[in-house]
């Protein structure tokens, strides 16, 4: 989906380069924040504008959600130092647990066979 593609190239690349030219200490600060304002501004929309959301829907909502993770976890902008903490922020907790609403429950190979 190009939806978060877009978040991510003209809003989250862009705030990342601008604190790389600040001292060390704000992007400590400020990197955080950006991710998690832009994640949960996509929360609130979806709850401001009472989503019905279908399994196609919440399966692009979860590509959403592993795009902006990998672009954390890979990106030459985001500090190597910070990728692991960023990528594991408490917003992406909250995606996952709307997803978890969203998406049917994923069974082992095991549990089929057992039923």
């Avoid at 993770?69 to 902008?77: D, G, K, M, V």
Wanted: glycine fraction near 4%.
């Amino acid at each position: 989906d190009l939806y978060m593609q877009r978040l991510v190239d003209d809003i989250l690349a862009p705030a990342c380069q601008t604190i790389a030219h600040g001292p060390p200490q704000s992007g400590e600060e400020l990197l955080p924040r950006v991710v998690t304002v832009i994640l949960e501004a996509l929360l609130q929309h979806l709850l401001r504008i009472k989503a019905r959301i279908s399994l196609q829907g919440a399966q692009r909502l979860q590509n959403d959600v592993d795009y902006a993770r990998n672009w954390i976890q890979t990106s030459p902008l985001v500090p190597r130092a910070r990728m692991r903490e960023l990528a594991s922020l408490s917003v992406f907790t909250r995606l996952g647990h709307v997803l978890s609403l969203l998406l049917p429950p994923r069974l082992l190979p095991e549990q089929i066979s057992e039923s």
